[in-house]
């Protein structure tokens, strides 16, 4: 119900997305969010706008190599 909750509105993909992203961080408080937003819009076309959050104390995990 809360993503149909922005089927009517008059915003770019990339408005919807970031504000959606935005509530999500309100309500979460998380160190790192990534949010991919897939839109498929009549006339055959398709946009994937990917939005993120970063706390400034986050650091990301130190990339393991394998052999």
Known sequence: MYTWSFRDEGAFH???TNLI????VAACAP???RLT???NVRGGIYTTVVAEHRNPD???PEKVELP
Do not use: N
């Open 14 to 16: 990339e408005d919807v």
């Open 58 to 60: 986050w650091r990301p």
């Open 31 to 33: 160190r790192f969010m």
């Open 37 to 39: 937003a897939d839109f």
């Open 21 to 24: 992203l935005d509530q999500l």
